[in-house]
């Protein structure tokens, strides 16, 4: 019924009837998010909304990988020497990077006891790079790597070979670039970069792109060509 002919109708039934009616116009549902309509997955903290990211990719220096030469591994965990020892505790909460990081990404957190709350034991991780949920424990820790998103060595040869020892140390422990993964997505994408390697997970290429290109802002690294066409590609998928 036109609301023309509501209000005439109110009006004779309050002259009849000596009652008042009160006129409530609903809100109109809300529409979705910006994070839900960007299709971003789970990002550590700081990362870039995909619109900044593709200013961000624009802005970046673009260079081809210069060589590896000077940079070693096997300062445990197979940290790169050049980058520190494995897993600082550089925000001095009392607990490594490495624990801090399982905290973040994983559910179900069980921590061991007379550590502070600090070292985990096991828990649940929704995977990113694979969409899987795997289980984690102390005990087979090592199918639980911590995968640094930009790479150490593509950020040797992007770059990181001109910092200091603590901006590169920095930079290993940054958890702006450090997720939780499993073994056989962690040994894939080795140190590929986003031209060589994605997830397995195509719906998590937008997420990745967004955190590779927040990584490589923050420091100043290049990306190669067929690097930032790669992001461009991705980035698109937002």
Same mark, same amino acid.
């Not at 990081?101 to 985990?120: A, P, Y």
């Given at each position: 019924?036109?609301?023309?002919?509501?209000?005439?109708?109110?009006? =004779?039934?309050?002259?009849?009837?000596?009652?008042? #009616?009160?006129?409530?116009?609903?809100?109109?549902?809300?529409?979705?998010?910006?994070?839900?309509?960007?299709?971003?997955?789970?990002?550590?903290?700081?990362?870039?909304?995909?619109?900044?990211?593709?200013?961000?990719?624009?802005?970046?220096?673009?260079?081809?990988?210069?060589?590896?030469? @000077?940079?070693?591994?096997?300062?445990?965990?197979?940290?790169?020497?050049? #980058?520190?020892?494995?897993? !600082?505790? %550089?925000?001095?909460?009392?607990?490594?990077?490495?624990?801090? %990081?399982?905290?973040?990404?994983?559910?179900?957190?069980?921590?061991?006891?007379? *550590?502070? @709350?600090? =070292?985990?034991?096991? @828990?649940?991780?929704?995977?990113?790079?694979?969409?899987?949920?795997?289980? #984690?424990?102390?005990?087979?820790?090592?199918?639980?790597?911590? +995968?640094?998103?930009?790479?150490?060595?593509?950020?040797?040869?992007? @770059?990181?070979?001109?910092?200091?020892?603590?901006?590169?140390?920095? #930079?290993?422990? +940054?958890?702006?670039?450090?997720?939780?993964?499993?073994? !056989?997505?962690?040994? !894939?994408?080795? +140190?590929?970069?986003?031209?060589?390697?994605?997830?397995?997970?195509?719906?998590?290429?937008?997420?990745?792109?967004? =955190?590779?290109? *927040?990584?490589?802002?923050?420091?100043?690294?290049?990306?190669?060509?067929?690097? !930032?066409?790669?992001?461009?590609?991705?980035?698109?998928?937002?």
């Amino acid at each position: 019924m036109p609301r023309s002919a509501v209000a005439v109708l109110l009006a =004779v039934l309050v002259a009849l009837t000596g009652c008042t #009616f009160e006129w409530e116009i609903a809100p109109a549902p809300a529409g979705p998010s910006p994070a839900a309509s960007v299709g971003q997955g789970d990002v550590p903290a700081g990362t870039l909304e995909p619109a900044a990211a593709v200013a961000a990719l624009a802005a970046l220096p673009v260079a081809e990988k210069t060589s590896l030469d @000077g940079y070693e591994r096997g300062c445990g965990a197979g940290e790169g020497c050049v #980058f520190g020892p494995a897993w !600082s505790d %550089v925000d001095r909460n009392g607990c490594d990077q490495r624990n801090d %990081v399982l905290h973040r990404d994983l559910t179900e957190v069980q921590v061991r006891e007379g *550590t502070h @709350g600090c =070292v985990v034991i096991a @828990g649940l991780l929704d995977d990113p790079y694979t969409g899987e949920s795997v289980l #984690f424990e102390k005990a087979t820790a090592a199918e639980v790597p911590i +995968d640094h998103v930009v790479p150490l060595a593509a950020a040797w040869v992007q @770059g990181a070979a001109e910092w200091s020892d603590d901006q590169r140390a920095a #930079f290993a422990n +940054d958890l702006a670039n450090l997720m939780a993964t499993t073994r !056989s997505e962690n040994s !894939s994408k080795g +140190d590929s970069t986003a031209d060589e390697w994605v997830p397995s997970n195509a719906a998590y290429g937008c997420s990745y792109a967004t =955190v590779v290109v *927040t990584v490589k802002s923050t420091y100043a690294l290049s990306v190669t060509p067929a690097e !930032s066409q790669a992001l461009q590609g991705l980035l698109a998928t937002c």
